[in-house]
């Protein structure tokens, strides 16, 4: 047995780097080996269930318990020291015996190798107070290649605890963000299948670390000598496109970007004497100075507050009327005086008391769970999606269980005290009608499910401060949220802005921040961060900042085939659909035909009413509501941008086309054509005036001269001007923002 056992060793590690099988670990060599492998990952025995039986941690957040399985589940089969080839981790492994994952590697491979080791050494736990593993370097961080390159190597060292490194390139799990674009061997080459561009990530235990690598096809560097920049934005965003061999488009023109500032910063569209004035002005400046006007407009606070209410929940069925109203107002007066966001932020996670007198508290009356209050917390100021820690370690982000429970506890205490309130709906126990008054307990924790003992209160992924038993958790939250000094939120805040003015965050989604989902500019956006902070976290200036430069005023259509192709780097404008207060009050500026909501007096914008609409109510009175229902008003039940819904349906289309409100925004007889018709305008007047208010420009040579013509022959007039009203206002021209 001896002779049997000490051949084994020596033909194994005829195969591995390691030297010794007494060098072999079971978390820096075995547990790596699994993630290579796949073994627990979710979809195989890291699942929750397991698989067949046989259960591991996900991703080896737990390695006592994984020892555990192998060695003593099973009578011990699936690691046998005595006969290390006869194991069935190895035998399944290899596809020697039936395994429904097939073979994960070759018995000539590295990876048979350490486990062999380890199981021949007798399938011993690390020993306590071992060297950990305190960062990963893969080199190169970035790779672009250009036909006819086709391939790289990547590296991957260990650094750790004691002072010791190692190349690991041969235990790392490699994992590409898209499919299609290149392959990697188990050597670490990187090799293209496609022209492309995808993330490779590269994880050693715990760490991962990102590789950006674009596959470019053999084109011609596209002159950028000439291009003017008006800021910093401009030369990191040229700076990336020059790399990437992308011709950015031309300026927008002025029609396309007077429409463009408007939505984007007021939701609603210029008036014709608004667009006359812009386009008649020669001022080489004219764009700053709308851009300054935009910002001191009422309408800015209005439809900033309305994405403010999005992500904090400010929906009627958990606040009440009230409640939204008062949230609502208080969210536009402080985007109005250009608070600094971090002090928003900190007003809102420490608030307390009535929910009336202090508007900022109905944020707790809203996301009622400590669980569903740190998630949400997490996500709107922080930027980082834990959820997935919530049952094990994150398996994509560095967040384990401990952290994710020991954040929550900063939240075990809120309590409330209902006031003259009335239940709303007798299943729902947190829908009251009326005020309550948010307020912290001297007592109750967060209780850990896995140490059934109550988690220490901390802050995420820094140091945290004491928090006593008689601690304001709350506020010592808020102190460190609003710091700045914080690495989250500034670059939080920033993507979610240039998601809002550009279409697409830096990094997408714009509130999963992390290793494996790094930004498509990562200079460009460290840098908005630094800036938001140094100018002190102003919304409004960092808005002008973005508006103000040329990326952001480029063209949506451009003649560059490649360039077009381009969605991830700012060559030319994005093309978005309309949201639904956008859309409707476009609709209503255009017409002329005010909407009217229920409760709400005649002529409030869809942008002005707090709250999104709770019942389909019949007649003229509940279209507006129906409206934005059917083109994605949010019920705002998540924290989360991704809850609006932009998708065209046949519902959009059946409204704009054959909808009542549409019929009666055209047909309405004192609506804008009308108005026309009774003050005696001509036709080409009126069509000037319908062009200018809904597309900011006239109608060109072609255009007109049709649209006359079918006017000129036209039995009846106004039905004829109707049939024009109509097809303009469903044209994409209209419906899309570009």
């Given at each position: 047995m001896f002779t049997r056992f000490t051949t084994a060793i020596f033909f194994v590690f005829a195969y591995s780097p390691i030297t010794d099988a007494a060098e072999v670990s079971f978390e820096r060599d075995v547990m790596p080996v699994l993630s290579r492998a796949g073994c627990n990952s979710g979809a195989c025995h890291?699942?929750?269930?397991?698989?067949?039986?046989?259960?591991?941690?996900?991703?080896?957040?737990?390695?006592?318990?994984?020892?555990?399985?192998?060695?003593?589940e099973m009578l011990a089969r699936r690691t046998d020291p005595h006969h290390p080839a006869e194991s069935l981790l190895l035998l399944k492994g290899t596809g020697k015996v039936p395994h429904e994952g097939g073979s994960r590697f070759s018995p000539t491979s590295t990876e048979y190798a350490a486990l062999h080791g380890w199981i021949a050494a007798g399938c011993l736990p690390d020993k306590p107070n071992g060297p950990t593993l305190t960062r990963l370097d893969v080199t190169p961080a970035a790779k672009?290649?250009?036909?006819?390159?086709?391939?790289?190597?990547?590296?991957?060292?260990?650094?750790?605890?004691?002072?010791?490194?190692?190349?690991?390139?041969?235990?790392?799990?490699?994992?590409?963000?898209?499919?299609?674009?290149?392959?990697?061997?188990?050597?670490?080459?990187?090799?293209?299948?496609?022209?492309?561009?995808?993330?490779?990530?590269?994880?050693?235990?715990?760490?991962?670390?990102?590789?950006?690598?674009?596959?470019?096809?053999?084109?011609?560097?596209?002159?950028?000598?000439t291009i003017p920049v008006n800021n910093e934005i401009d030369k990191l965003v040229l700076a990336q496109l020059r790399e990437l061999r992308l011709k950015p488009a031309d300026l927008a023109p002025d029609h396309v970007f007077l429409r463009r500032a408007f939505l984007d910063t007021c939701g609603i569209l210029p008036t014709p004497t608004e667009t006359r004035a812009f386009l008649a002005d020669n001022d080489p400046k004219k764009r700053e100075r709308l851009i300054d006007k935009l910002l001191s407009r009422p309408e800015f606070a209005e439809y900033w507050a309305q994405k403010w209410s999005d992500l904090l929940r400010n929906e009627e069925k958990s606040l009440d009327k009230k409640?939204?109203?008062?949230?609502?107002?208080?969210?536009?007066?402080?985007?109005?005086?250009?608070?600094?966001?971090?002090?928003?932020?900190?007003?809102?996670?420490?608030?307390?008391?009535?929910?009336?007198?202090?508007?900022?508290?109905?944020?707790?009356?809203?996301?009622?769970?400590?669980?569903?209050?740190?998630?949400?917390?997490?996500?709107?100021?922080?930027?980082?999606r834990i959820g997935c820690a919530r049952c094990h370690n994150h398996p994509f982000d560095r967040w384990t269980s401990d952290e994710y429970y020991g954040f929550a506890a900063l939240f075990a205490r809120i309590d409330y005290r209902v006031g003259d309130s009335t239940r709303g709906d007798k299943f729902d126990k947190h829908e009251?009608?009326?005020?309550?008054?948010?307020f912290q307990n001297r007592d109750g924790e967060m209780i850990h499910p896995r140490t059934k003992k109550p988690a220490k209160p901390t802050l995420l992924g820094a140091k945290s401060p004491n928090f006593g038993p008689d601690s304001d958790r709350l506020t010592g939250l808020a102190d460190w949220v609003a710091s700045p000094g914080n690495p989250f939120f500034a670059r939080t805040q920033v993507n979610r802005i240039w998601l809002h003015l550009m279409g697409r965050g830096l990094v997408d989604p714009n509130d999963d921040f992390r290793a494996t989902n790094p930004p498509t500019n990562p200079e460009l956006l460290d840098y908005l961060a630094k800036d938001f902070a140094v100018g002190g976290f102003h919304l409004k200036r960092t808005v002008k900042k973005i508006m103000s430069s040329r990326t952001y005023q480029l063209a949506s259509t451009v003649r560059e085939?490649?360039?077009?192709?381009?969605?991830?780097?700012n060559s030319h404008a994005a093309v978005m659909p309309l949201e639904a207060e956008q859309l409707l009050d476009a609709l209503a500026q255009v017409t002329d035909v005010p909407v009217r909501f229920a409760g709400y007096p005649l002529g409030v914008r869809a942008n002005q009413v707090p709250a999104p609409p709770q019942s389909g109510r019949r007649g003229f009175d509940g279209m507006g509501e129906r409206f934005l229902k059917v083109f994605g008003k949010p019920d705002r039940l998540l924290t989360c941008e991704c809850e609006r819904n932009d998708d065209p349906g046949l519902l959009q289309a059946f409204q704009l086309i054959t909808g009542e409100l549409m019929n009666e925004m055209v047909r309405n007889p004192d609506n804008r054509v009308g108005k026309l018709l009774l003050a005696g305008k001509s036709d080409a007047e009126i069509l000037e005036e319908i062009y200018l208010a809904a597309l900011c420009r006239r109608p060109t040579e072609t255009e007109s001269k049709k649209l006359l013509a079918l006017l000129a022959n036209a039995k009846e007039r106004r039905a004829a001007w109707e049939d024009v009203f109509w097809a303009v206002v469903n044209s994409k021209e209209f419906l899309l923002r570009r």
């Open positions: 890291g699942n929750l269930n397991g698989k067949g039986g046989f259960k591991l941690s996900l991703k080896g957040e737990d390695p006592t318990t994984d020892i555990a399985a192998l060695t003593r672009i290649l250009i036909e006819p390159a086709d391939r790289f190597n990547v590296k991957a060292i260990a650094h750790f605890s004691d002072g010791t490194k190692r190349d690991v390139t041969h235990l790392a799990a490699f994992e590409f963000t898209t499919v299609g674009i290149a392959k990697i061997t188990p050597a670490g080459e990187v090799i293209r299948e496609a022209t492309g561009e995808t993330v490779l990530l590269v994880r050693y235990l715990a760490q991962v670390d990102p590789v950006r690598i674009v596959f470019l096809p053999d084109r011609p560097i596209p002159e950028m000598g409640g939204v109203a008062v949230f609502y107002r208080w969210i536009a007066a402080q985007i109005a005086a250009d608070r600094p966001l971090n002090e928003f932020a900190r007003d809102i996670l420490a608030a307390s008391g009535s929910t009336y007198a202090n508007p900022a508290a109905n944020f707790w009356r809203a996301v009622r769970e400590p669980t569903q209050r740190s998630e949400a917390v997490a996500q709107v100021f922080l930027g980082i009251f009608v009326g005020e309550q008054f948010v085939r490649t360039t077009m192709g381009d969605d991830l780097h």
